[in-house]
């Protein structure tokens, strides 16, 4: 099966960068994700990038996507202590319309 | 009101007993889905429905079965519960990724399954 890896951990001081990172293995991805999981919630779609691009920014969020790699990054500029959550690389396959979740990554921002 | 909503929100349970999960939406969606999270192990797919008629097993089934009601419900149920099932359970649904479509999924707030 589809196999999507994350680091479950990531320390950061508030005003510094976070930088969460994603490897996958099918280079068939249609879309690939990025989702928050605050405290107490379910899951909440931050961003995604289709797996033609390269780049995508979106206010302090960048997404960068190395296909050639499999490789997913997630930079976060500026981190807040609101920003402190689970973060959840995701991709969907082209052909099975299913989604594969990565493990994720537990980002907490220090004062 | 919330897209999708999951009762109950919190079920503390005995070993053996059955307990079903509910879900309804109100995105017109004819996915939906029931994952599990587990500490460390992410999200893991139990079931998935793709319309009414069609069930299918995702990647850790064993023990559980599902019942899609209508376009709008989806159920999970434990037929007779055991201690490793303690977990959050996450209800989603989505659209086909279709023309400008990227498949989002939108997640329930999620039910916390405790087994004893």
């Known amino acids: 099966g589809e196999d999507v890896e994350q680091s479950l951990f990531l320390s950061v001081r508030e005003g510094d960068s976070s930088v969460i990172n994603c490897t996958y293995t099918?280079?068939?991805?249609?879309?690939l994700y990025w989702y928050k999981q605050e405290p107490g919630a379910g899951l909440q779609l931050l961003t995604y990038i289709f797996s033609n691009m390269d780049m995508k920014q979106d206010q302090r969020l960048t997404v960068l996507l190395n296909k050639k790699d499999k490789h997913l990054s997630l930079r976060i500029a500026d981190t807040q202590t609101g920003d402190s959550a689970i973060y959840f690389c995701?991709?969907?396959?082209?052909?099975?319309?299913?989604?594969?979740f990565g493990s994720g990554t537990k980002l907490n921002v220090k004062p | 009101d919330a897209d999708v909503t999951q009762t109950p929100r919190n079920r503390i349970t005995k070993t053996g007993k059955r307990i079903m999960l509910e879900c309804s939406q109100t995105k017109g969606h004819d996915r939906m889905y029931w994952y599990r999270q587990d500490p460390g192990l992410g999200l893991r797919l139990i079931y998935y429905?793709?319309?009414?008629?069609?069930?299918n097993k995702g990647e850790i089934s064993d023990g559980y079965s599902v019942s899609r009601q209508a376009q709008a419900k989806f159920s999970l149920s434990l037929e007779s519960a055991i201690p490793n099932q303690t977990a959050l359970y996450f209800c989603?649904?989505?659209?086909?990724?279709?023309?400008?479509?990227?498949?989002?999924?939108?997640f329930g707030e999620g039910s916390r399954l405790t087994v004893l």
């Open positions: 995701a991709e969907i396959l082209y052909n099975f319309n299913k989604f594969y």
């Open positions: 989603a649904t989505s659209d086909r990724v279709v023309g400008t479509n990227t498949g989002e999924l939108f």
């Open positions: 099918d280079s068939s991805s249609t879309y």
């Open positions: 429905s793709f319309d009414v008629k069609d069930i």
